[in-house]
């Protein structure tokens, strides 16, 4: 900007200033978002002289879709109210899930245990102690088919966080529906299906790279046949960010993901342009409010700009990043916890602001264990507050323009690009992964911030500033899964391998045999497994031995 | 009650684990107990093998491999995993072991890692003693796997009967620049994570190196892994047993070199304990005057000698 | 004795992925100067207690974020007195109820770092607990 009047008044103002510091300085020398992305005084219309606004911010629906995936965006409909829950047996958590649906909830998202995550059937040796404690136990399509029991699969959406085992699950979902007389065809939700994210971030892996990519491009396969409406992976960095790394990183590393599979599944011969429109994403929310907006922004404008320029994408649709977000759990203080209800307001209102398109938003008591009843009700509660009373929902993007979100957005997206470079350069994201990189980094990243807060550099209310002595979790009524709930689990499971008949044993013979044949889909394969109660554990047992396990890569 | 030995002895991992730390500590009771073991029956029987090669080289599992391999032959297995410690703090993290855990189930395998703990490169005290204290307590073949760097490229042969040296392609493991040392040492090479691009011509260069060697008795051999998958580590077996067989056969010369080695470093160890000991014993009497440059620290180094 | 360190194993049991707290506390107690073993994911108690013995640990780390904290901790420290190894310290933390820590100082943990310890806290608490150890062997 040039106006003389401009310059005039910006030149008085920082005299002003400059003047002013003397007698009162700043809280800080410098200042910067929580992933260290320096902060300046004032962002100003020199700020944005130099972005071409059609070009970098454009028009919400229109590529590079910076301002949204949708031309109306919550003016049109709010996103989809998704809470993840999961806990103890199949019939609690339907009853969990019913209650949600009365609550008003748009989606459910599906809590799986850990011997679930990880392919043990809960008699396995390995499942001892951890059934039904992070989520709901599934051994085989019987579970599944109590835990949508009186819910129509025709009438919710279900997100399922399943990863190397995502094939089965899905398979299950499938002939849930089948059962309800719903063909597949109308079924709706996503399965996370994200392994490199596991590799890196979160811990559930099975199989190695190669074979656990075949699976993620067989389902890609299989669900643009056969269930289109069917988001077929989330790509993750809600974990990566859990795991301690900066915004930046979030973005870059989740991205590089998705390149990864992208290209994966065109190296099978898919068109990016069709399995493009069914790639969903799933992000963090922090508590900084304007950092995280840019985050969403400028992951959208970049994820737009890959699938343009690196693979040759056309399809508008399959140039959107949509995504999923979740408040961030590693933000929840175990200390005051009714703050967490702040933080998570905080994080609601970055996630709307940013263009979400359904949100998870946490409970207040999470810190010390599973959630209960009461404080989902409460972390739903502020999804509906700030989607009616708020009025953020009632114009596109609100945030778009303001001076320092514009240049947070440039450059978070610089930052990312810069990583994605480095990735390319070490050969792509599987042997970065294998090289330790974004590991050593994401830790590098959670120690500093660790040392920060023990120096006092980064202030968290109730924990290094303000504490009370108060007993903080006094009067909370916390929720427990008892270890009875394995041993219920393990009794059905028993039971189901006695009355199920035998056709199982060939269908796994046929899974083997697909394993075996890398130009089989190994989906349907799966799905007639589990038609016939073939058990996850059992059809993981068969896919472990053919395909062996990852083993972790340590870089401290 | 038994001595520590005694239990050692029996096959108490508790006992040969404290054993190892008490080496680690330099704990002025340990030459005593180490007497003992080392005229122990059971001692002297060990085949000694050493696994050295850059980080990331895939060593913790090819070790992994190997145990498996060793294990299945019948033999028990110790390992001492070495990792360099903080030159800042003299802390470490010991990580080699993750590669290798599912062998703690296994009564017949031992896995201790040991931290480098300021002996610059050079194999700590923990791991010369270490083999012994393993040797002595049953273990049929030790592995010692460790960072090729500086001085452990030699230790390395005064301990190991039998050396591999693992290469990698694409770790900037190029055999020209790499330094003479570590080529000179190596009895076998492995060319591991050889299913990734460059390994032909790594094997290659290592070849070409080997031309020079013809003349000796023992002619390194070359061995491609992927480690992870466990391809070519039997055939990496077979060529160890080899040279198994061949150390047992190189006779009395290199024991007789390797003893005086040992002894060399016991010497070298309790002179250089006695000589901390004098010279904190002198120092504040004088130190000031060294500093003050009143007095040379050559006569200084007489004046505490002499006492 | 010139040259002790402290030696610490460091684990996560079971199945539960998360391990930025166990990598954080590994770091802390390196720069501490203490050797730690770091072993992964996925320990059985079994292999958790081999470990500490064969690595002549003077305590165990465990991070539990699953719930299951109960069960590993009873196991963990059953094993380590059937082995004649009570004398290693158990520590943990992760999310740990409050309500809960009383039950597991009772089963023989030696401390519980819940949510927002510092890491100094904890090596602190290691440094003293592993001196006092060392007082009553010798």
């Given at each position: 900007?040039?106006?003389?009047?401009?310059?005039?008044?910006?030149?008085?103002?920082?005299?002003?200033?400059?003047?002013?510091?003397?007698?009162?300085?700043?809280?800080?020398?410098?200042?910067?978002?929580?992933?260290?992305?320096?902060?300046?005084?004032?962002?100003?219309?020199?700020?944005?002289?130099?972005?071409?606004?059609?070009?970098?911010?454009?028009?919400?629906?229109?590529?590079?879709?910076?301002?949204?995936?949708?031309?109306?965006?919550?003016?049109?409909?709010?996103?989809?109210?998704?809470?993840?829950?999961?806990?103890?047996?199949?019939?609690?958590?339907?009853?969990?899930?019913?209650?949600?649906?009365?609550?008003?909830?748009?989606?459910?998202?599906?809590?799986?245990?850990?011997?679930?995550?990880?392919?043990?059937?809960?008699?396995?040796?390995?499942?001892?102690?951890?059934?039904?404690?992070?989520?709901?136990?599934?051994?085989?399509?019987?579970?599944?088919?109590?835990?949508?029991?009186?819910?129509?699969?025709?009438?919710?959406?279900?997100?399922?966080?399943i990863n190397a085992p995502a094939a089965i699950l899905l398979a299950?979902?499938i002939?849930?529906?089948?059962?309800?007389?719903?063909?597949a065809?109308?079924?709706?939700?996503?399965i996370?299906n994200d392994i490199?994210?596991?590799?890196?971030?979160?811990?559930?892996?099975i199989f190695?790279p190669a074979p656990s990519l075949r699976l993620i491009t067989d389902i890609f396969d299989f669900c643009g046949k056969n269930v289109?409406?069917w988001?077929t992976i989330?790509?993750?960095?809600?974990?990566?960010?859990?795991?301690?790394?900066?915004?930046?990183?979030?973005?870059?590393?989740?991205?590089?993901?998705?390149?990864?599979y992208v290209?994966a599944a065109k190296d099978k011969g898919l068109?990016?342009?069709k399995f493009?429109?069914r790639?969903?994403?799933?992000?963090?929310?922090?508590?900084?409010?304007?950092?995280?907006?840019?985050?969403?922004?400028?992951?959208?404008?970049?994820?737009?700009?890959?699938?343009?320029?690196?693979?040759?994408?056309?399809?508008?649709?399959?140039?959107?990043?949509?995504?999923?977000?979740?408040?961030?759990?590693?933000?929840?203080?175990?200390?005051?916890?009714?703050?967490?209800?702040?933080?998570?307001?905080?994080?609601?209102?970055?996630?709307?602001?940013?263009?979400?398109?359904?949100?998870?938003?946490?409970?207040?008591?999470?810190?010390?264990?599973?959630?209960?009843?009461?404080?989902?009700?409460?972390?739903?509660?502020?999804?509906?507050?700030?989607?009616?009373?708020?009025?953020?929902?009632?114009?596109?993007?609100?945030?778009?323009?303001?001076?320092?979100?514009?240049?947070?957005?440039?450059?978070?997206?610089?930052?990312?690009?810069?990583?994605?470079?480095?990735?390319?350069?070490?050969?792509?994201?599987?042997?970065?992964?294998?090289?330790?990189?974004?590991?050593?980094?994401?830790?590098?990243?959670?120690?500093?911030?660790?040392?920060?807060?023990?120096?006092?550099?980064?202030?968290?209310?109730?924990?290094?500033?303000?504490?009370?002595?108060?007993?903080?979790?006094?009067?909370?009524?916390?929720?427990?899964?008892?270890?009875?709930?394995?041993?219920?689990?393990?009794?059905?499971?028993?039971?189901?391998?006695?009355?199920?008949?035998?056709?199982?044993?060939?269908?796994?013979?046929d899974v083997r045999k697909a394993a075996r044949d890398e130009h089989t889909n190994l989906v349907p394969v799966i799905l007639d497994a589990v038609?016939?109660?073939?058990?996850?554990?059992?059809i993981c047992?068969v896919l472990?031995?053919e395909f062996?396990?990852?083993?972790?890569?340590?870089?401290? | 009650?038994?001595?520590?030995?005694?239990?050692?002895?029996?096959?108490?991992?508790?006992?040969?684990?404290?054993?190892?730390?008490?080496?680690?500590?330099?704990?002025?009771?340990?030459?005593?107990?180490?007497?003992?073991?080392?005229?122990?029956?059971?001692?002297?029987?060990?085949?000694?093998?050493?696994?050295?090669?850059?980080?990331?080289?895939?060593?913790?599992?090819?070790?992994?491999?190997?145990?498996?391999?060793?294990?299945?032959?019948?033999?028990?297995?110790?390992?001492?995993?070495?990792?360099?410690?903080?030159?800042?703090?003299?802390?470490?993290?010991?990580?080699?072991?993750?590669?290798?855990?599912?062998?703690?189930?296994?009564?017949?395998?031992?896995?201790?890692?040991?931290?480098?703990?300021?002996?610059?490169?050079?194999?700590?005290?923990?791991?010369?003693?270490?083999?012994?204290?393993?040797?002595?307590?049953?273990?049929?073949?030790?592995?010692?796997?460790?960072?090729?760097?500086?001085?452990?490229?030699?230790?390395?042969?005064?301990?190991?009967?039998?050396?591999?040296?693992?290469?990698?392609?694409?770790?900037?493991?190029?055999?020209?620049?790499?330094?003479?040392?570590?080529?000179?040492?190596?009895?076998?090479?492995?060319?591991?994570?050889?299913?990734?691009?460059?390994?032909?011509?790594?094997?290659?260069?290592?070849?070409?190196?080997?031309?020079?060697?013809?003349?000796?008795?023992?002619?390194?051999?070359?061995?491609?892994?992927?480690?992870?998958?466990?391809?070519?580590?039997?055939?990496?077996?077979?060529?160890?047993?080899?040279?198994?067989?061949?150390?047992?056969?190189?006779?009395?010369?290199?024991?007789?070199?390797?003893?005086?080695?040992?002894?060399?470093?016991?010497?070298?160890?309790?002179?250089?304990?006695?000589?901390?000991?004098?010279?904190?014993?002198?120092?504040?009497?004088?130190?000031?005057?060294?500093?003050?440059?009143?007095?040379?620290?050559?006569?200084?180094?007489?004046?505490?000698?002499?006492? | 004795?010139?040259?002790?360190?402290?030696?610490?194993?460091?684990?996560?049991?079971?199945?539960?992925?998360?391990?930025?707290?166990?990598?954080?506390?590994?770091?802390?107690?390196?720069?501490?100067?203490?050797?730690?073993?770091?072993?992964?994911?996925?320990?059985?108690?079994?292999?958790?207690?081999?470990?500490?013995?064969?690595?002549?640990?003077?305590?165990?780390?465990?991070?539990?974020?699953?719930?299951?904290?109960?069960?590993?901790?009873?196991?963990?420290?059953?094993?380590?007195?059937?082995?004649?190894?009570?004398?290693?310290?158990?520590?943990?933390?992760?999310?740990?109820?409050?309500?809960?820590?009383?039950?597991?100082?009772?089963?023989?943990?030696?401390?519980?770092?819940?949510?927002?310890?510092?890491?100094?806290?904890?090596?602190?608490?290691?440094?003293?607990?592993?001196?006092?150890?060392?007082?009553?062997?010798?």
């Amino acid at each position: 900007m040039s106006d003389e009047k401009f310059k005039e008044a910006k030149a008085r103002y920082e005299s002003a200033v400059n003047k002013g510091l003397e007698k009162r300085p700043e809280r800080c020398k410098t200042f910067s978002t929580g992933g260290g992305i320096p902060i300046e005084r004032l962002y100003d219309p020199d700020s944005a002289a130099h972005r071409d606004y059609t070009e970098s911010v454009g028009f919400p629906g229109y590529y590079p879709f910076t301002r949204g995936v949708q031309s109306t965006m919550y003016r049109g409909r709010f996103w989809t109210m998704r809470q993840y829950a999961g806990f103890s047996t199949a019939e609690d958590t339907n009853a969990r899930y019913r209650y949600l649906l009365e609550q008003g909830t748009t989606g459910l998202s599906v809590a799986f245990d850990l011997p679930t995550q990880i392919g043990y059937d809960t008699d396995h040796p390995m499942a001892a102690g951890e059934c039904g404690k992070v989520g709901v136990a599934i051994d085989s399509l019987a579970d599944m088919e109590i835990l949508f029991d009186k819910i129509a699969l025709d009438k919710v959406t279900t997100s399922m966080t399943i990863n190397a085992p995502a094939a089965i699950l899905l398979a299950m979902y499938i002939a849930v529906g089948e059962k309800q007389g719903i063909p597949a065809e109308k079924l709706g939700g996503t399965i996370q299906n994200d392994i490199l994210k596991e590799y890196i971030a979160r811990g559930t892996y099975i199989f190695p790279p190669a074979p656990s990519l075949r699976l993620i491009t067989d389902i890609f396969d299989f669900c643009g046949k056969n269930v289109p409406e069917w988001n077929t992976i989330s790509i993750s960095g809600y974990h990566i960010r859990e795991a301690g790394s900066t915004a930046v990183q979030e973005v870059a590393f989740t991205l590089a993901d998705g390149i990864a599979y992208v290209q994966a599944a065109k190296d099978k011969g898919l068109d990016p342009n069709k399995f493009g429109r069914r790639l969903s994403f799933f992000f963090n929310a922090h508590n900084g409010v304007l950092e995280e907006v840019a985050k969403y922004r400028a992951a959208r404008r970049l994820w737009a700009h890959i699938m343009k320029d690196r693979f040759g994408v056309t399809d508008p649709t399959a140039q959107m990043l949509r995504f999923h977000t979740q408040t961030a759990g590693c933000t929840l203080t175990a200390q005051q916890p009714e703050n967490n209800v702040i933080r998570v307001t905080l994080q609601t209102l970055a996630a709307v602001l940013g263009g979400t398109q359904s949100l998870h938003t946490n409970s207040k008591d999470e810190a010390l264990a599973l959630p209960s009843e009461k404080s989902v009700e409460v972390a739903l509660r502020t999804q509906q507050i700030v989607a009616y009373e708020s009025g953020v929902t009632n114009t596109v993007d609100p945030l778009a323009g303001s001076y320092v979100v514009e240049a947070l957005t440039d450059q978070i997206e610089a930052g990312a690009a810069e990583y994605i470079k480095k990735i390319d350069e070490l050969g792509g994201m599987l042997a970065a992964i294998e090289k330790g990189y974004p590991q050593k980094n994401i830790q590098d990243a959670a120690y500093d911030y660790q040392k920060s807060i023990e120096s006092g550099d980064i202030v968290v209310v109730g924990v290094n500033k303000f504490q009370t002595n108060e007993d903080d979790a006094a009067g909370m009524k916390l929720l427990r899964v008892d270890s009875s709930v394995g041993d219920r689990q393990i009794a059905k499971l028993k039971k189901l391998r006695e009355t199920r008949g035998d056709a199982w044993k060939s269908r796994l013979d046929d899974v083997r045999k697909a394993a075996r044949d890398e130009h089989t889909n190994l989906v349907p394969v799966i799905l007639d497994a589990v038609r016939v109660y073939a058990t996850e554990g059992e059809i993981c047992g068969v896919l472990r031995e053919e395909f062996g396990e990852y083993k972790e890569n340590i870089v401290l | 009650m038994a001595s520590l030995t005694d239990k050692a002895l029996a096959g108490d991992p508790r006992a040969v684990a404290r054993l190892i730390s008490m080496a680690e500590n330099r704990d002025e009771g340990l030459d005593s107990l180490m007497k003992e073991l080392y005229l122990a029956p059971s001692a002297g029987k060990a085949w000694v093998v050493g696994v050295t090669g850059s980080p990331g080289a895939g060593k913790s599992t090819l070790t992994d491999k190997l145990i498996e391999q060793l294990r299945a032959k019948g033999e028990r297995v110790g390992v001492l995993a070495v990792d360099p410690s903080s030159p800042y703090t003299g802390g470490a993290i010991l990580a080699d072991r993750l590669r290798m855990q599912r062998h703690t189930d296994d009564s017949g395998v031992f896995i201790r890692s040991l931290a480098a703990r300021g002996s610059l490169g050079g194999l700590s005290r923990g791991t010369r003693e270490g083999v012994l204290i393993l040797d002595a307590c049953g273990f049929d073949v030790i592995i010692i796997e460790t960072v090729g760097v500086g001085q452990s490229e030699i230790d390395i042969m005064r301990v190991a009967d039998s050396v591999c040296v693992v290469l990698v392609p694409g770790l900037g493991d190029d055999v020209q620049a790499m330094k003479a040392g570590i080529m000179e040492i190596a009895d076998l090479f492995v060319v591991n994570k050889a299913d990734k691009q460059g390994a032909d011509r790594l094997v290659n260069e290592v070849r070409a190196v080997l031309e020079f060697l013809q003349n000796k008795d023992w002619v390194p051999t070359i061995d491609r892994t992927v480690a992870e998958t466990g391809d070519g580590v039997p055939s990496l077996v077979e060529n160890l047993e080899r040279h198994r067989e061949y150390a047992k056969a190189r006779g009395r010369e290199r024991e007789r070199a390797r003893m005086r080695a040992r002894i060399e470093d016991i010497i070298v160890d309790r002179l250089s304990l006695q000589a901390s000991k004098l010279l904190e014993a002198k120092e504040a009497e004088i130190l000031p005057a060294v500093m003050d440059r009143k007095l040379d620290p050559y006569s200084a180094a007489d004046m505490i000698l002499a006492e | 004795m010139p040259d002790k360190k402290i030696r610490i194993v460091v684990a996560k049991p079971g199945l539960d992925g998360h391990d930025r707290g166990a990598k954080v506390i590994a770091r802390a107690l390196r720069d501490a100067g203490m050797e730690v073993i770091y072993t992964g994911l996925r320990q059985t108690p079994e292999q958790i207690v081999t470990t500490a013995i064969q690595e002549d640990a003077d305590g165990i780390g465990i991070s539990i974020l699953s719930g299951a904290h109960e069960f590993y901790f009873r196991r963990i420290i059953e094993l380590l007195k059937e082995k004649n190894a009570s004398d290693v310290i158990v520590f943990g933390g992760g999310v740990i109820p409050e309500q809960d820590v009383p039950a597991l100082l009772k089963m023989g943990a030696g401390a519980i770092f819940g949510p927002g310890t510092s890491t100094v806290t904890a090596v602190d608490w290691i440094k003293k607990a592993v001196s006092e150890k060392d007082a009553v062997k010798a």
